[in-house]
């Protein structure tokens, strides 16, 4: 019997993607040395998609790829990411403000808060997109999937490049598109609304592809995928921590909205799939249903064991000084703004210190991660501890509110 594929999905979050890189690295550390891609599949979703389609232009050697993504989290600087000198953050504002002022007349309305032409340099010099189809071709891959949401059709598009065999698909409001990714995709997957500008491809813009996306886990499975790990940006063991009831600031708000688009749907998802394993495995195996058959797809969760929306307030006075003036401006600065400094923060002493605790809390999990990625069932796949304290903590508010 063929062994099971393993599809490996990282979601967005911002600069908290420097999280993953130490999960990643830990893998990386676990197998032998030379050893090749160990994920068939591997889907990505804003700055996921650049963690994802980092492993797959290097699937020959993991462990290179995992060293060369690590060198650049490990040395960020918010200036390879978007512009934010004082120059460029007084153009921003004043472009604003005049085509507010003058209701687009003076000013067309800007297409983004930020300049982030500089990553598009970044992402251009690191990656080679060719080697994606020579590592499909090789064997080394059977499909690479990036996420991102049009905002004409209003639908989550998985662009994936993959061996022969797979067939696109369409259900509501998303779908799977075969493409030659390039670097336009990954642009378009990482365009945050408001912050990056959305990027034209085919007719059509496309924004972040966490937009629309409630099936985080679809394009993995419908790609092959019957085994996935999963590794979040967003910490759950712990309640938030409580502060007094004033009135939210722009700051916190946009924080809220940003930490409700990456991981929103990633819970919804692992709900919905656990349920469907319990299921399946009352049933005593895979189901058929309407010509569709449900087979049991195993998980492997990887979450952090801190907030990191806590960390990044430790690392203020790292970000320049244009930035914090901004992020001051719009309450971000203040008791509970953390969320929103926590994607922006492309800052290496904070992502030296996320990729020290993906590292940790992975290696915490080394016989599970070693079990799982050998085909082998695990001890606990951290999907329904997940969900035990997710609806833990929804009893504890209702009482709350009793």
């Not at 996935?228 to 009831?245: D, F, M, Q």
Request: proline share 5%; with cysteine.
């Amino acid at each position: 019997m063929a062994p099971a594929r393993t599809g490996l999905v990282l979601p967005g979050g911002g600069a908290r993607a420097a999280y993953q890189v130490g999960a990643l690295r830990a893998i990386a550390d676990l197998l032998p040395a030379r050893s090749a891609n160990p994920f068939a599949v591997v889907t990505g979703t804003s700055a996921g998609a650049v963690n994802a389609t980092a492993i797959a232009v290097h699937a020959d050697r993991f462990r290179v790829a995992v060293g060369n993504l690590e060198r650049v989290w490990r040395n960020f600087q918010v200036t390879q990411v978007f512009r934010a000198d004082t120059a460029s953050m007084m153009r921003s504002g004043l472009h604003w403000l005049l085509a507010m002022m003058s209701g687009g007349w003076l000013l067309p309305p800007p297409k983004s808060l930020f300049d982030n032409s500089p990553l598009r340099e970044l992402l251009r010099v690191q990656f080679d997109f060719a080697n994606i189809r020579k590592a499909i071709d090789a064997g080394q891959l059977d499909a690479l999937s990036i996420s991102a949401a049009g905002y004409i059709n209003a639908r989550s598009v998985s662009f994936y490049q993959a061996r022969e065999g797979h067939v696109p698909w369409s259900r509501l409001r998303r779908a799977g598109e075969p493409a030659e990714l390039s670097l336009d995709h990954l642009m378009a997957s990482v365009a945050v609304p408001f912050l990056f500008p959305p990027v034209l491809m085919g007719g059509e813009y496309y924004g972040d592809g966490a937009m629309r996306q409630a099936n985080p886990f679809s394009a993995a499975i419908h790609l092959g995928a019957e085994r996935l790990l999963v590794i979040g940006t967003r910490n759950e063991s712990h309640p938030a921590t409580p502060i007094a009831p004033l009135c939210p600031t722009f700051g916190q708000i946009f924080g809220y909205m940003l930490d409700a688009l990456f991981t929103d749907g990633l819970y919804s998802d692992l709900e919905r799939l656990t349920q469907l394993n319990d299921i399946i495995d009352r049933a005593g195996g895979p189901i058929n249903a309407e010509g569709t058959t449900l087979k049991r797809i195993d998980m492997l969760v990887i979450l952090p064991s801190r907030d990191i929306s806590e960390i990044a307030r430790h690392h203020i006075a790292a970000l320049p000084r244009p930035l914090r003036v901004l992020l001051r401006t719009m309450g971000a600065l203040n008791t509970g703004g953390g969320q929103l400094m926590s994607y922006l923060l492309f800052q290496d002493t904070f992502t030296r210190e996320l990729i020290a605790l993906g590292y940790q809390d992975a290696m915490k999990r080394s016989d599970d991660l070693l079990h799982f990625l050998g085909g082998y069932a695990v001890r606990s796949t951290g999907a329904t501890a997940v969900m035990r304290r997710l609806s833990s903590r929804e009893e504890k508010r209702a009482e709350a509110q009793q």
